[in-house]
């Protein structure tokens, strides 16, 4: 696999740096003027603007705020706890992504139930689940499957092939969620946003028709983009110019991988096998129609409709604003745990577990921008 | 109870030993700091380096111990033998001292197959007879199935010290950070192996005993302040930990210096893992006064263990206690101590 090396290019970085920063200033952005708020929806990005110090290099007058785009992080606790009971029966192997086993739930971790003998796994590709499930057929397998629409038609294969094999053993607990919804709920939610940068990711599956309503009825600027930092900076850059145009359209700077249509194979495989449903999302509350639920026709392989199961009532964790952190509202900087009480070592909200969440990348890669603060001693 | 120890509890519950306990990072400190060091602690021990230097009537030695348990036993580039032997004499190189003796205790699984064992034993003496490092004493237990997993191996090993120079200096402001070649291999090879990804790699661990690069360097040994082999934690984990005894200063690193091989790179793209903090067994990482700089990586480049060394850093005031990257494209970022072990992104 080559690495881009292109779409890394210091000149180039440099010289839309300097762009935005022209940019925003001839609308009277900057240090004495007001500031436009961008906000990435995808953890993917957030890792990437802080893994390659991109907040260094935006003028004042531009931020860039990390929203809910962290499966891991929007997960809530009454499914954390469920996924725990799940793991707490003697014949379940409860499998998921490797960043929820640490996750905290109302008082265990699925972490902290395999430290005392319960069968969790971690998974590369929910497929996996399908083969440990083909493997010991005197287990139930139990897939607790996060995502957006990235990873979802992955767990719609799995389904489709747990029943292709008739298997009896594999279940999944269904916590997928949908973006478009949850950019609504943003852009009527209490931050002003003045663009999205939306996930190449998710857009790849989905085309563009999921940001026409933000575009059209909220007139925010959405311009699709990929990881790369010449990729970050010139969607920074699009939706600067936009603001300047005072126009809100949809624009794609990752046109090298994201088509208009999506991947219509994938978006198909993820309509046969879950079906909308009103969602809760950790911090942001009842978003109609964001989640996913197993369709009827594949109840078989639905752990929730099969496999009853106790559930201990949410607690959630005194303090944390892990909340306000997925909506946009305040920065990691402004919560009283952060790199306190709440570390990635020992982390009380699920936005200092998730490799792809805010408060991971506040702590791990600087705790504040452009100013790399002092070390941070530990109690 | 502390604070931490409280938010220690509110995660396991009950205060249990995690994985991330062994990852080298953060977790692994605070239960040396908290458990063990709370109760063995001495002089010899409290500096908590590669190795402890212990007087000997009047000469001073080096002693170290280290347990292996890679998973698989066996993986691309070499096995838990070669690595059990190569770690303990590493350990003892990177202090200064020449490794003489070496000693070895195998914990076996009741059903491991007898010629998996010899390969790994053969594994052993190979490494050992390489590095001129003979193996004098060890042990041998088997367990009940289950009771571990397939093998764990444990060596010891003593050094001497010939002569006064050794490295223990202080890092000094426009000191130069040098390490002798590419970075993540160890790590990459095992986690492939492990995980059975279907990646195509060419990836192999490098572990291979370096007290023959660091005696190319003996002549420098006073110019050099430090040196460590970045094993668990990777590169990162290590400058952290150099940094965090300097006062009043940090240290610099130049993103575009790191030397990577292509399969790392990808690998590391691929999966979303940072290679600072991923794992090496052949790699030797220093601090040496920047007069010298230029020498030193010279000698490590003569040497075939350190054929792509170069500097990858530097001391520097600005940041103090921490270790930051100046990213290739001329952004700037923390890089913080390792805190459990790296996991594939999920998207």
């Keep these: 696999m080559d690495v881009p090396d292109g779409f890394r290019d210091r000149e180039v970085v440099q010289a839309l740096a300097r762009r935005i920063d022209a940019t925003a200033r001839r609308i009277g952005a900057g240090p004495a003027g007001r500031t436009l708020t961008f906000m990435e929806v995808c953890g993917t990005h957030t890792m990437a603007m802080h893994r390659f110090g991109l907040h260094a290099l935006l003028p004042d007058g531009v931020r860039l705020l990390s929203g809910p785009g962290c499966p891991v992080c929007v997960t809530p606790n009454r499914l954390v706890d469920t996924a725990i009971a799940y793991a707490r029966l003697n014949d379940v192997t409860l499998m998921t992504f490797g960043d929820m086993l640490k996750v905290p739930g109302s008082t265990s971790s699925l972490s902290a139930e395999k430290s005392r003998g319960r069968d969790v796994r971690l998974v590369y590709s929910p497929t996996d689940a399908v083969e440990v499930a083909r493997a010991n057929p005197e287990r139930r397998i139990v897939f607790f499957a996060i995502g957006f629409e990235t990873t979802t038609p992955t767990c719609a294969a799995a389904v489709l092939a747990a029943r292709e094999a008739a298997l009896e053993n594999f279940f999944v607990v269904s916590a997928g969620k949908l973006l478009p919804p949850a950019l609504e709920a943003l852009a009527t939610g209490e931050v002003r946003i003045d663009g999205f940068v939306c996930p190449g990711h998710v857009s790849v599956v989905t085309g563009f028709g999921i940001y026409r309503d933000v575009v059209e009825k909220h007139h925010i600027p959405c311009v699709i983009t990929g990881f790369e930092p010449v990729d970050m900076l010139k969607a920074v850059l699009m939706l600067t110019e936009q603001v300047a145009a005072g126009e809100a359209r949809i624009e794609n700077e990752y046109n090298r991988v994201v088509r208009p249509e999506g991947n219509p194979i994938a978006q198909q495989v993820m309509a046969e096998v879950f079906v909308p449903v009103d969602s809760e999302w950790r911090g942001i509350g009842m978003i109609p129609a964001s989640g996913l639920a197993v369709r009827e026709v594949f109840s078989a392989h639905d752990a929730l409709r099969q496999l009853p199961v106790e559930v201990e009532p949410p607690r959630e964790h005194k303090g944390c604003i892990c909340g306000a952190v997925l909506r946009g509202a305040r920065t990691p900087l402004e919560c009283t745990l952060f790199a306190t009480a709440c570390t990635p070592a020992y982390p009380v909200g699920a936005c200092m577990v998730s490799s792809e969440g805010t408060c991971a990348a506040y702590y791990k890669y600087g705790k504040d921008r452009p100013h790399v603060a002092p070390r941070n001693v530990a109690p | ?347």
Excluded: W
């Design chain 2, 1 to 347: 109870m502390s604070r931490h120890e409280m938010s220690r509890h509110k995660i396991t519950g009950d205060g249990t030993i995690q994985l991330g306990h062994g990852s080298g990072g953060v977790l692994t400190r605070e239960l040396i700091r908290d458990v063990f060091l709370a109760r063995f602690d001495n002089p010899a021990l409290a500096p908590l380096m590669d190795s402890a230097l212990v007087k000997i009537g009047g000469s001073e030695v080096a002693f170290t111990t280290d347990a292996y348990v890679v998973k698989p036993l066996e993986f691309p580039g070499g096995d838990i033998g070669t690595l059990a032997v190569c770690g303990t004499i590493n350990d003892l190189a990177v202090m200064g001292a020449q490794p003489v003796a070496l000693s070895c205790a195998v914990i076996m699984q009741e059903g491991l197959e007898i010629e998996l064992v010899e390969r790994i034993t053969q594994s052993m003496q190979r490494a050992a007879a390489g590095a001129g490092v003979p193996i004098v004493t060890g042990d041998t237990k088997v367990v009940e199935r289950a009771s571990c997993d397939g093998l764990f191996i444990t060596t010891a090993g003593l050094g001497v010290f010939d002569g006064p120079d050794r490295p223990r200096g202080t890092l000094r402001d426009g000191d130069a950070v040098i390490v002798s070649g590419a970075l993540g291999d160890h790590g990459t090879a095992v986690l492939v192996a492990r995980e059975g990804l279907k990646i195509a790699s060419s990836v192999e661990s490098d572990c291979a005993a370096l007290n023959g690069l660091v005696e190319a360097l003996r002549p420098f040994f006073s110019g050099i302040r430090i040196m460590r082999d970045p094993t668990r934690g990777g590169l990162a984990t290590t400058l952290n930990e150099f940094v965090e005894g300097a006062a009043g200063v940090g240290i610099v690193l130049r993103e575009g210096d790191v030397p990577l091989s292509d399969g790392v790179a990808a690998i590391c793209e691929l999966l979303g893992l940072d290679p600072l903090y991923i794992a090496n067994e052949g790699k030797l990482v220093l601090v040496c006064d920047a007069a010298v700089a230029g020498k030193v990586v010279a000698a490590m480049r003569a040497h075939p263990l350190g054929a792509r060394a170069c500097a990858v850093g530097t001391v520097t005031p600005t940041y103090p206690g921490r270790v930051c990257l100046e990213t290739t494209v001329g952004g700037l970022r923390v890089v913080d101590m390792l805190v459990a072990d790296q996991l594939p992104r999920i998207c």
